[in-house]
């Protein structure tokens, strides 16, 4: 019981990252390395307003804005302009990358390579039916499952979040009905900075940050997305906790140290015994674009 | 003298990594971040051979190809069924697998060489000995130099055949129309399988050469950063012929250069020198997609 617990409670951050990932990958189709560039960087805004003695509730406020501004702005003067030249998956994939090792160098350059953490003294625990949690495992698991009932009820409620879906669909056809999809994909790219900084401080939070950890956390999320199935907004997050289940069993079992060879084990095992996920729609590959 | 010469090894061994790197990026045209694995994979099968089985320079360079040549069944067999981000996520998946063999392949009671302890873990292989052939040791950074400079000139030399035959015509035609060249009767599967065998396998001469070199290996080398800036040398350089990965691998090494003339601090001048790369690549992305002086625009 303790272990699954555990493991949910790692898969909740994962699953938030994975739809972070999965809000521009399933509109837009580019794979938005540089997110990993807004996960390493947003806990030390936080982390700035913790040193100078501001209110940490304002440093939280400001590090999502940061978040959902370096999102945007990744596709504001990158991507947009990019899909404006019909550049291929593979261009903007290199150029996410580019941009994940700008923003994470200067991040580094800014304020060094060390681990840094953002509470002090050990957390505090409390015992819920028999399962002891640390506070802020407690917090992550709580505001995680938030932000997705929320990402999803706006989904599927909102009108704003009709288009969305309907940009994920299909987005030439969208565009002809008189939408502006460019708007909807600054939508998407703010979005996901959102969720993304948000996932980066609940971790930030329980085990500390450093410049170069959100790639390992990205690449975590994109094998939820692609084992979720890339054309469904759930199936990354039920994949994410998948993955939190099975690292935790693997940590148990045999070793931390095997967790990543277990994870890339598992997405090799699905892409070629079930390419589409576990909810994606039964098609072959070619047909897709 | 010296400085030259460390600069002149490095020089030829990023030259044969991106050589060979070029055939998948720019000839077969798919993105791989586990290139960097194959030159861990070189480098630490020379390491063995050479402490464990006593094995010279060359026959230890032999195993470590016919090793990368093996575990290349991984990334080109994935060739056959999928391209774009699918491929992409694979060989990050490839890549992740040998770095955590690298990485965790050992038990800190058992001797190194074992079938517990192959790799030593985080420890790393020190003490690999210095390239010998025939008995004579290259012991002197200036033989060792002469040595990678005849082996990367050997590795120009068979890839420049390579691309200019047939067999090269072919990979270029798969890669611009798969359908077309099989419609034609060509065995594209069996092309793609040949074209990782090779680069693989040069990419292990890499770190052959790597390893006796520096005379110690660790996990870190086979590390996705590592891939990731290998594939960066070569986009920014260009891909689809000759003279871009050249100009790639000559760009990687003048800009850390260049960053010494500015008389930077060490640390700064290491994440200044990434942050070149990244810049590069962004606008390399935006502005000129087959690179400095590539032929093969990405798609």
Redesign the interface.
């Known amino acids: 019981m303790q272990i699954l617990i555990n493991g949910l409670i790692s898969g909740a951050t994962i699953a938030l990252l994975a739809l972070a990932f999965a809000s521009v990958y399933l509109p837009t189709r580019v ?1 938005h390395i540089a997110l990993a560039g807004v996960f390493a960087g947003a806990p030390y805004v936080v982390w700035i307003f913790g040193q100078n003695g501001w209110p940490w509730s304002a440093g939280v406020a400001v590090a999502l804005l940061a978040g959902i501004a370096l999102s945007f702005a990744c596709e504001l003067f ?1 991507h947009g ?2 899909d404006r030249k019909k ?9 996410s ?6 923003i994470v ?2 991040v ?2 800014a304020w060094g ?1 060390e681990v840094k953490v953002l509470r002090q003294g050990i957390d505090s625990i409390c015992t819920l039916f028999g399962v002891v949690v640390t506070r802020s495992q407690l917090l992550a698991a709580l505001v995680s499952s938030v932000a997705m009932l929320g990402f999803y009820s706006w989904l599927r409620f909102s009108n704003l979040g009709l288009q969305f879906r309907a940009l994920a669909d299909n987005p030439t056809q969208l565009a002809l009905f008189g939408y502006n999809t460019r708007r909807l994909r600054l939508l998407a790219f703010a979005l996901a900075g959102l969720l993304a900084a948000l996932s980066s401080l609940l971790t930030a939070f329980d085990v500390g940050f450093d410049p170069q950890g959100g ?1 390992h956390a990205l ?1 975590l999320a ?2 939820a997305v ?1 084992i979720g199935g890339r054309d469904t907004f759930l199936g990354p997050v039920i994949a994410g906790f998948l993955l939190g289940l099975v690292r935790t069993q693997v940590a148990w079992h045999l ?1 931390a ?2 967790q ?2 277990v ?3 598992l ?2 095992m699905f ?2 015994f079930l ?1 589409n996920g576990l909810l994606g729609r039964k098609a072959r ?1 070619e047909a897709q674009a | 003298m010296n400085y030259f010469f460390h600069l002149l090894i490095f020089f030829n061994l990023y030259l044969i990594l991106a050589l060979s790197l070029n055939l998948i990026v720019g000839y077969c045209g798919l ?1 791989t971040l586990a290139h960097a694995g194959y030159f861990a994979v070189g480098a630490y099968t020379y390491a063995l051979a050479t402490l464990k089985l006593g094995l010279g320079f060359f026959p230890a360079l032999g195993l470590g190809m016919g090793v990368a040549v093996i575990l290349s069944f991984a990334v080109s067999l ?1 060739a056959w ?2 391209r ?3 491929f ?3 060989t ?2 490839v890549q ?2 040998i ?3 690298c ?2 392949w050992f038990s800190p009671q058992a001797e190194l060489g074992t079938w517990s302890n192959l790799t030593n873990g985080p420890l790393g292989i020190s003490g690999v000995p210095k390239p010998a052939i025939l008995g004579s040791s290259f012991a002197t950074i200036g033989s060792i130099a002469g040595l990678s400079s005849v082996l990367a000139v050997l590795v120009g030399l068979i890839i420049w055949i390579l691309v200019r035959s047939p067999w090269g015509r072919l990979l270029r035609a798969i890669r611009d129309d798969e359908l077309a060249a099989r419609s034609l009767g060509k065995n594209s599967r069996l092309v793609k399988v040949q074209a990782f065998m090779i680069a693989c396998s040069l990419a292990a001469v890499s770190g052959a050469i790597y390893c006796s070199y520096v005379t110690y290996i660790e996990p870190s080398a086979a590390s ?1 950063d590592e891939s ?1 800036l290998l ?2 040398m070569v ?1 920014v350089g260009g891909v689809g012929n000759f003279r871009g990965p050249v100009i790639g691998a000559f760009i990687l090494l003048a800009i850390p250069e260049l960053l010494r003339l500015a008389q930077l601090p060490d ?2 001048a290491a ?2 020198r ?2 070149a ?10 502005f000129r ?1 087959q690179g400095l002086a590539g032929e093969y625009r ?2």
Do not use: C, K
């Open positions: 794979f990158n302009p990019l550049a291929g998956q593979g261009l903007h994939l290199v150029s990358l580019g941009l994940y090792i700008v160098q200067i580094a350059l390579n790639l690449i994109i094998v692609i070793s140290r095997w990543d060879a994870t890339f084990g997405l090799v892409l070629f390419p590959l | 993105l994935p069924r999928f774009g981000d699918f992409v996520m694979l990050l998946a992740t697998l770095f955590s063999l990485q965790n996705i990731i594939l960066s986009l640390s700064t994440h200044i990434l942050l790369y990244g810049g590069l690549l962004v606008l390399m992305a935006r997609p990405l798609e």
